[in-house]
Every structure is written in structure tokens, then in C-alpha cells.
């Protein structure tokens, strides 16, 4: 295990529209640093207004990883999140760098960092089941069916995250068969790297400041054709923004309304990261002002 490897790896969350990018690109500067984002939506490839990638200028102003990947029709599950973003701390690592994983996706996180045990089962049948299983019943009924099933798992799931507590139940449900289990997947801890976990904190009167200049910084770019290119039928495009754009395309609410609406829903996912990360264990909360001694504490970076 080499020096920099050694000083661990550093990981700043935050909700939606807190400064995670700006942060990490600040500290990935001084630091000498590469950036491995922690966003579900990010990943994809051809939505960068919508799910407020890093623009042009800010990912030529520090190296970033997984971001801008994925076909926004293909689904991806935080087992292959964690074991991507480990290969590719492996590698920044082998080039002599630092680490920062930034992004809000709690559970991207807590896979990552060890705070939860997934295994990347895959059974088409039982998938095709569980999808339809999805179309007769509620999130929230699936939900009570992996709370039987896995508790610890249903935990760590939000019950009415139907996309992720479908795979949390193919997982557990692959899981039952000895011949289709494959382990645990690596993490921080696995690997042996030591982390720190920090969330950056904004007063929630700024947060919802940002969060509605955004929210009309995002309509005057062009989110609506954005959502149109992308479609309704999407994986990604159940994300925060696409739902609100998509009624409006279908006439079902005026421009004034979306931009109601798409703030308001904004501000809820805000607070649920919000909630989310309070109860996520090893995290301390910091403003931005104090994210760079955090660092120099917890990981001994200079």
C-alpha cells in the first residue's frame, strides 16, 4: 500500500444544489486530487441540465469519473456503483493521486463506505417478475414484502423509492439460492482504505434560495427539450425535473407551475438527503468554509 493510498480517500456529500461540485473541484486543486462522482443521475450520458452535471469548464478544471457514462436507458444499481468507483479509486491511487468521491446519492455512499452488505445477483426471470410485481403493487407494499424478506436491506431503503427497492428485493431474493451467491462486494473498508465522510451543511433558507435559482437557471437552458429528447421512458428520467417537464410537455401544467413545481420537488429530495445523511454513520457535517481542515484532520492530507 502506497503513501497517498495510506491517506485514504475523501468523501463529500451534500444535498442537491449544496456546492458539492464547486467543493470538490477546490479541493481536487489543492490537493492534487482526482474526482469519482456519487450521483445516480450524473452518470448518465446527455442530461447535464437536468441533473446539474459538472459543466465543460469545471470538468477541465479537475479530473471527474463516472459521470456522463451511462445510456440514460440502461440501469445501474449501487452494487456496480461501489465496485466501479473502487476500480477507479484503484487506479487514481496507481497514478500517485488523491481520491474525492462527491455526489448526494445516499446509498451510492453507504455501499461504497461499508455501511451496508449488496451483492450483484442478476436473474432475468426473477427481474421480469419483480418488474411486474411492480406494475400491480405500490412501492410502499413492496417495501412491507423486503422488510420480511431482508430487513437490514429494507432499512437502508426508502419505501417509496420503488426503483431501488426492486432491486433491493431481486437482491435478496437471488440471494436465497447457494449456487447464484457471489459475496460481498468491495468497499473502502473491504480494501482496507481508510475515509472520511463529510456532509456539506447549508442553512436550509440558503438551500432553498439556491434551489430556486437553479431551478430557473435549469428552464432557461433548456431542461423541457432535455426531457423531451430523453422520453418518459427512460431510467433516468424518473429523476427530480423530468417528471414536472414531461406534464408539462403533455399540457398538464402551465410554465409558471412547472417552475412551482419542479422547485418544490427539488426541495423535498433536498431534505430527504438531508435526513438521510444525519442518520448515516462516521458522517460529520461542515460547512464549506471548513471542508479543507476537515481533510487535513481526518486524513492527514498537506
Known sequence: MNDVTRRGVLVLAGAT????????????????AEIVGADSRQIYRAMPIGTAAPTEEELAAAPHHLVGFLDPHERY????????????????????????????????IRALT????LAPQHDER??????MEARTHSAEFLHAWLQ????????????????????????AMAGDDPLRRTGVIASLPASGIPFA???LDVQL??????????????????????????GSDAVA???????????????????DELEHSLARATRRYARRQRAWFRSEPQTRWVRADEVEAAAREMLGWS
Do not use: C
Not at 461499508?114 to 452488505?117: E, F, L, N, R
Not at 426503483?163 to 428485493?169: C, H, K, P, Q, S
Open 17 to 32: 444544489a449544496a456546492g458539492k461540485t464547486a467543493a470538490a473541484i477546490a479541493l481536487a486543486r489543492r490537493f492534487d
Open 77 to 108: 444499481s449501487a452494487a456496480r456503483f461501489a465496485a466501479d468507483a473502487m476500480r477507479t479509486i484503484h487506479e487514481i491511487h496507481a497514478r500517485g493521486k488523491r481520491a474525492i468521491v462527491a455526489g448526494g446519492t445516499g446509498f451510492y
Open 114 to 117: 461499508g455501511a451496508i452488505d
Open 126 to 131: 426473477l427481474r421480469e417478475r419483480l418488474a
Open 148 to 171: 420480511l424478506r431482508d430487513p437490514k436491506r429494507a432499512a437502508a431503503v426508502a419505501p417509496n423509492d420503488a426503483y431501488r427497492v426492486v432491486r433491493a428485493l431481486e437482491v
Open 197 to 199: 465522510k463529510l456532509f
Open 205 to 230: 433558507s440558503e438551500l432553498d434560495e439556491r434551489i430556486a435559482l437553479r431551478t430557473a437557471h435549469m428552464l432557461r437552458r433548456g431542461l423541457i427539450e432535455e426531457a423531451e429528447r430523453i
Open 237 to 255: 428520467a424518473t429523476a427530480v425535473g423530468y417528471p414536472q417537464a414531461t406534464a408539462f410537455l403533455r399540457g398538464w401544467s402551465t410554465r
